[in-house]
């Protein structure tokens, strides 16, 4: 069944399924401890982490086991790192540029995203997504002086354990055009890295809502991100 076809056979459906998932999730908080921090001994790089309940932690207890410090402890192996994490739940991307805007202007190296599934369960289009993500970043070099941004792909929904058929099949098919739109996108712009996560959504490695990364998915996604800004700097 074509996109398309599916959004109007199916509507009803999906959005019963919707409402049901909604329901029966779990509300995770989002992981507790600081949100900014130094580690390691070598050359500077200066990390800021954006994005959605991914980014702020939701399905991990603690900050160091999310997204931004696990990466801080994987940089940390060669670089001297200080991080900022700057993340809350529901953000579509649009919603990151407005805050953003009113962020108090700081440097930093490099940058790294999680965004898209708030765009996508928004039904926010791929010329929307795109605009807000090109937003995002020319906000970031010309108000953090960020040199490479590490665009998180939209993780694979349709893979999702919360998620029942059709509607896991729908938003993956959502989440996939607006990963290719990104991805095109990404590939003319010289200061961005288009990551496509190998994330393991695997119902053990998923956390209790199983919609969000848990510790051992969020560490994978971490080395994926450090390997990604060490070949941008050895480049």
């Known amino acids: 069944m074509g996109y398309p076809f599916a959004t109007a056979a199916l509507g009803p459906l999906l959005f019963a399924q919707g409402r049901y998932v909604r329901r029966v999730t779990p509300r995770l908080p989002e992981a507790a401890g600081p949100r900014s921090g130094e580690a390691g001994e070598g050359p500077p790089l200066r990390v800021l982490v954006l994005g959605d309940s991914a980014a702020a932690g939701v399905g991990v207890a603690t900050q160091a086991d999310a997204l931004a ?34 962020e108090p202007a700081e440097p930093f190296d490099a940058a790294v995203t999680s965004l898209g599934v708030n765009d996508v369960t928004g039904g926010v289009s791929p010329a929307r997504w795109l605009a807000a993500q090109a937003a995002l970043v020319g906000l970031l ?66 956390a209790a809502d199983g919609f969000h990364p848990a510790a051992a998915a969020c560490a994978a996604w971490a080395g994926q991100v450090a390997a990604a800004l060490r070949q941008r700097a050895a480049a």
Not at 78 to 96: E, F, I, N, P, Y
Not at 170 to 178: M, P, V
Request: proline letters at 7%.
């Open 69 to 102: 410090g696990q990466l801080a402890r994987a940089l940390a192996a060669t670089h001297r790192v200080s991080w900022k994490l700057l993340a809350r739940t529901g953000l579509t991307t649009q919603d990151l540029v407005d805050w953003l805007a009113a």
């Open 141 to 206: 070099a010309a108000r953090f002086e960020v040199g490479h941004a590490v665009l998180s792909a939209v993780p694979p929904m349709e893979r999702f354990p919360a998620l029942p058929q059709p509607l896991a099949w729908y938003l993956g098919q959502r989440a996939k055009r607006l990963n290719a739109a990104l991805a095109g996108w990404a590939e003319t712009q010289p200061h961005c890295t288009f990551l496509q996560v190998a994330l393991p959504l695997e119902r053990h490695l998923m």
